[in-house]
């Protein structure tokens, strides 16, 4: 069964930190977070090559961190120093023989 599942997400005061996880199936290479907030379209928030070139939305430069641990095909992404405005789902995005899949998201919310 090819998916992906997150995990992680939850409730935190502004200035808190959370690290989500996204475990692959498959053959899946999970390779990216995005984030919908309410109201707003998904957007990318980090990424990591099969390299491990890493890319980040500007918003979360120097709070996020996007890691991949191999052995176990999971996706990490630390997220610290939390705002309100970093309130959303959360979706791991993966390839699988160039199909994108996506899972179904882990709920994040920042009070202040």
């Known amino acids: 069964q090819v998916q992906l599942v997150e995990s992680g997400g939850g409730l935190v005061q502004a200035g808190g930190s959370l690290r989500l996880s996204c475990a692959a199936s498959?053959?899946?290479?999970?390779m990216a977070w995005y984030r919908q907030a309410p109201g707003q379209q998904r957007a990318l928030v980090a990424a990591?090559?099969?390299?491990?070139?890493?890319e980040y939305a500007d918003a979360v430069k120097g709070r996020f961190t996007i890691s991949r641990d191999y052995a176990k095909n999971t996706l990490h992404l630390q997220m610290n120093t939390l705002k309100p405005e970093d309130t959303a789902v959360y979706y791991c995005?993966?390839?699988?023989?160039?199909?994108?899949?996506w899972g179904r998201g882990t709920l994040v919310t920042v009070s202040s």
């Open positions: 498959g053959s899946i290479n999970p």
């Open positions: 990591v090559t099969l390299g491990g070139s890493t």
């Open positions: 995005k993966g390839t699988h023989f160039g199909v994108i899949y």
